[in-house]
């Protein structure tokens, strides 16, 4: 599997787990951190593949 494509199922993955278990703006902001990491992730491998 590419990390991209593992990266959107962590991504995904997060979604769900949003989903299930909000209601904790704790917890809702601490998957949120988790998936702008993930996002900056993707963008920094997808420009590293470019060079």
Do not use: P
């Not at 962590?10 to 704790?26: K, T």
């Amino acid at each position: 599997m590419n990390k991209i494509k593992l990266l959107e199922r962590i991504s995904d993955n997060l979604l769900e787990l949003r989903e299930l278990y909000g209601g904790n703006s704790g917890f809702d902001e601490l998957l949120e951190k988790l998936d702008d990491d993930v996002c900056t992730l993707k963008i920094l491998i997808k420009e590293n593949q470019g060079n």
